[in-house]
């Protein structure tokens, strides 16, 4: 019997999807786990010439030369001097690895269907399209990020390169 | 195996094959009593009929069959060698390619009227007997000549005795057509003595028959018993070579015992349990002979010789992964070793002799790991026979194809690669630099041209010229050509260097009419584009009657290069080492402006336009003055130029990085390398950099102002 309940909380537990959030000043952002290939430490890395701003260069990923963003400057936020909490959340999408540079990572959360929403319009003009929707976990608002839709930006096309 | 490896195995052996075959067909013409050569020819279209036959493509097979009847008239020396034949020989290899071409992709490559009148071409040669067999006998229809491997299983009706047939006749029927190599009994279903009905055959045959019949006689033999019997008739000939069955390498004894028949798999089972030699306990046990069990085992032991001699194939991806990988390593070391050194000032002198010992052993391991991927550029220039001669022919010209270096050995990549310019740059010699016989004769030149296609190594690099003895190129002619374009300025001076380069410069094309071959105008500036892309450069060596050189500058290797580490603000580059003529530190007076915002640097007593790094990179730093920093003269296809850059750091070997796979292309440079400390640092592509330096250089030329570098 006892075996039967935790077959019933593991599976309850995977119902819904999992996020990794970070933080970036004080908002909390999710990405989905499947996309998080692993969180290194901040690191020195190489400047890519005539790059866009928010992409700092180049970085030795065991071997591989992996590009790093700075999810600050990708958002128009202030740009804040790397510090021991700052961390490189190193991601996968679409086959190609890219490291995204953020304040500091906070936690892996399980968000159901209900504690999601959609993005609501805002006044003012807030980029909303890397945003897939809102999320709330414990009175806590998580920014959901489409990261397909991030590092598939302009600057990531390999065809528009000049 | 199944179906689809078969036939990727097939596709992948038959390109080759033709290729060797192309090659052979065109030096037949020149030596038509090379009994090796026709041989050869012989040899590889038989192969490529069987193993086509083998996968199911008959058409192929078909063709090639028709091939090899007018082959086979040569090698009987029952048809001379003329330059038709072997037009027709070639033609015929043309659609074979095209067959093949068609089986790997599955769409339609060829035309069935250019096969029909191939046919027909082919069935020219051949006698009058043979003319009239149609394609669709030639499926069954053997060549009398060669030699097939039949395996022939007889299942025979328990009553075949009744209706008067003795299994007898019909081995020395087969024995007739052809002759029994192998031959296995299975009495399994064979009763005790006291229940054996004698009207009844409780014995199976299975065969292998060595014959030059074709398959339809030997389905003859079996007319009157295949009705109640059983009787499978299958090709072995790809797994018989010198009448050894290759199969038996990779058997096991017991299987291959098994197999004959002579034990079953308990016996074998029951052996090996027993712990002692297999083929000695079967013979103790009686269950063997001892000479059934020797012949066995001569019969693993010459197939494996026989297959001993075959190479592997490696999918070059592996090829890559490990030349990658020991590059890091090679690297890694020198960081150990440069790391022990600063740690250690005295004394761990035997960690330091270890460590070089170590460093030594790794450069030589990456170095015979890059020899793995090398090729020999043979098989790349003998395929030139052929274009030269299509070429030749077609406007009456005589030329001769010399070949040397060809034991050069280059990146497989390199090679692929080469094979389109090098093409484009034959074709350009044959047929805009050699003359016509008449005008050679006036010339006072044999009337034979040659051109002359060689590699050789020099200084690391390789060097492939394409020569020709032709009437040379006319400079002035270039110039005119130029400026009409508009490429250049009437009264520009330029040296003849940079005459020959304006060949390379798209839309421009000196050749008085257009023929099919060559002179659309685009050509020589697509042959720069792929030397370019192979990091290398191409240069234009011509003497009025005397005849023309392109000469093509490569690296060893594409996955490495020798760079230069350099600094420049905080960020760290590599230039490849190939580019540089020398680094200098001008001193106040030696960098002038033009214009104003135009600087050129005086570098031995010559003006080159100067590169400031920061400035095309966007990079931070202190070093604006010149006299403070240095200057690294690169030289690329278009002009030397300098580049201002902090430091010189030092030489370096780096392991070209992609930034392609997880990013993008970034202009300007050639990849990324990871440096000894484990930082990445950006390969700087001359021709990128030239291009993002000069952009508005040639926009401001052809409107007539002076050049200048931005």
Not at chain 2, 126 to 144: A, F, G, I, Q, W
Not at chain 2, 533 to 544: A, F, P, Q, R, T
Not at chain 2, 575 to 590: D, F, G, K, Y
């Amino acid at each position: 019997m006892s075996s039967m309940q935790e077959l019933e909380q593991a599976t309850s537990k995977t119902t819904g999807d999992q996020f990794v959030t970070f933080k970036l000043e004080d908002e909390e952002y999710g990405i989905e786990i499947l996309n998080v290939h692993e969180i290194i430490g901040y690191q020195g890395f190489a400047k890519v010439p005539n790059a866009p701003r928010f992409i700092k260069g180049v970085l030795n990923l065991r071997g591989a030369v992996v590009p790093v963003i700075d999810m600050r400057l990708k958002f128009n936020m202030a740009e804040k001097a790397y510090d021991n909490s700052t961390v490189i959340v190193i991601l996968e999408v679409q086959e190609r690895i890219i490291g995204a540079i953020v304040d500091a990572v906070s936690d892996v959360v399980t968000l159901s269907p209900e504690e999601l929403q959609d993005t609501p319009d805002f006044s003012s003009g807030v980029r909303t399209d890397f945003i897939k929707g809102l999320g709330r976990k414990d009175e806590k608002l998580i920014i959901m990020l489409d990261i397909e839709r991030i590092l598939g930006e302009q600057e990531f096309d390999l065809h528009d390169a000049a | 195996m199944d179906q689809e490896t078969l036939l990727e195995t097939f596709i992948t052996e038959a390109t080759e094959l033709i290729q060797e075959l192309e090659i052979d067909v065109v030096a037949l013409e020149d030596s038509s009593d090379d009994v090796e050569l026709i041989n050869r020819i012989f040899r590889a279209a038989h192969t490529i009929k069987g193993s086509g036959g083998l996968v199911g493509l008959t058409a192929i097979s078909d063709f090639t069959h028709s091939m090899e009847s007018v082959l086979d008239l040569v090698r009987q020396r029952e048809l001379a060698v003329t330059g038709e034949l072997v037009s027709v020989l070639l033609r015929a290899v043309d659609l074979l390619k095209a067959m093949i071409k068609s089986a790997a992709t599955g769409e339609s490559c060829f035309e069935q009227r250019e096969l029909e009148f191939v046919l027909e071409l082919l069935g020219q040669f051949l006698p009058e007997r043979e003319e009239r067999v149609d394609t669709e006998e030639m499926l069954s229809t053997k060549n009398r000549k060669e030699t097939s491997y039949f395996e022939i299983e007889m299942k025979l009706s328990e009553n075949l005795l009744e209706t008067g047939t003795d299994p007898l006749m019909l081995f020395r029927e087969l024995e007739d057509i052809g002759e029994i190599v192998d031959i296995v009994v299975d009495a399994r279903s064979l009763p005790d003595v006291y229940n054996v009905d004698a009207h009844k055959l409780y014995l199976n045959w299975r065969l292998v028959l060595r014959t030059s019949e074709p398959f339809s006689s030997i389905e003859n033999v079996f007319i009157f018993v295949q009705d109640d019997s059983e009787i499978s008739i299958t090709d072995v000939s790809c797994h018989y070579k010198d009448g050894v069955d290759l199969r038996v390498a990779d058997m096991r004894l017991g299987e291959i015992l098994a197999e004959k028949g002579l034990v079953v798999s308990c016996d074998i089972e029951e052996a090996l349990s027993s712990q002692t030699r297999i083929g000695e306990l079967l013979v103790q046990n009686g269950k063997v002979k001892e000479e059934d069990v020797k012949s066995a085992l001569d019969k693993q032991l010459k197939s494996r010789e026989v297959q001993k001699a075959t190479t592997i194939r490696v999918d070059t991806d592996k090829l890559d992964k490990l030349v990658n990988l020991v590059g890091e390593m090679v690297i890694a070391v020198a960081r150990t070793v440069q790391q022990n050194v600063y740690e250690s000032h005295e004394g761990k002198r035997t960690t330091q002799d270890a460590l070089d010992m170590l460093q030594r052993i790794s450069g030589d391991l990456q170095e015979q790991v890059m020899r793995v991927r090398m090729i020999p550029v043979e098989g790349l220039f003998s395929r030139f026979h052929r274009v030269v001669r299509d070429l030749a022919n077609a406007e009456g010209k005589h030329v001769r194809l010399l070949l040397s270096g060809t034991e050069t050995e280059l990146d497989k990549n390199v090679v692929e690669q080469l094979s389109d310019p090098l093409k484009h740059l034959i074709r350009n010699s044959v047929d805009h630099g050699v003359e016509s016989p008449g005008n050679r004769r006036k010339a006072g030149k044999p009337e034979e041209a040659v051109v002359k296609l060689s590699a050789y190594q020099q200084e690391g690099n390789i060097i492939i010229e394409v020569l020709d003895d032709g009437h040379g190129i006319d400079s002035n002619a270039i110039v005119d050509k130029a400026a009409e374009k508009g490429l250049i300025n009437q009264g520009d001076d330029l040296d003849e260097r940079e005459i020959y380069q304006l060949m390379f410069m798209p839309g421009f094309s000196t050749a008085k009419e257009v023929t099919e071959v060559s002179g659309r105008g685009v050509g020589l500036d697509v042959v720069k584009r792929n030397i370019d892309d192979l990091k290398g450069s191409i240069e234009v060596i011509s003497e009025i009657g005397k005849g023309t050189t392109f000469r093509i500058k490569l690296p060893l290797t594409l996955a490495i290069i020798d760079g230069m580490n350099v600094k420049v603000g905080d960020e760290a580059f590599i230039i490849p080492l190939m580019a540089i003529v020398e680094s200098i530190r001008p001193n106040r007076e030696a960098v002038k402006t033009v214009e104003g915002t135009g600087e050129v640097i005086d570098a031995r007593g010559e003006y080159l336009p100067l590169v400031r790094l920061y400035n095309v990179f966007d990079i931070e730093t202190d070093k604006t003055n010149p006299s403070e920093a240095l200057v690294v003269i690169v030289e690329s296809s278009q002009r030397r130029f300098g580049i201002l850059v902090d430091d010189v750091i030092g030489q370096q070997q780096a392991v070209i990085k992609s930034l392609e796979k997880n990013f993008r292309q970034v202009e300007g440079t050639a990849g990324a390398t990871i440096l000894g400390d484990g930082s990445v640092s950006l390969i700087i592509d001359i021709h990128g950099l030239e291009r993002m330096a000069f952009k508005s250089f040639k926009s401001i030329q052809v409107s007539g102002l002076e050049g200048e570098a931005a």
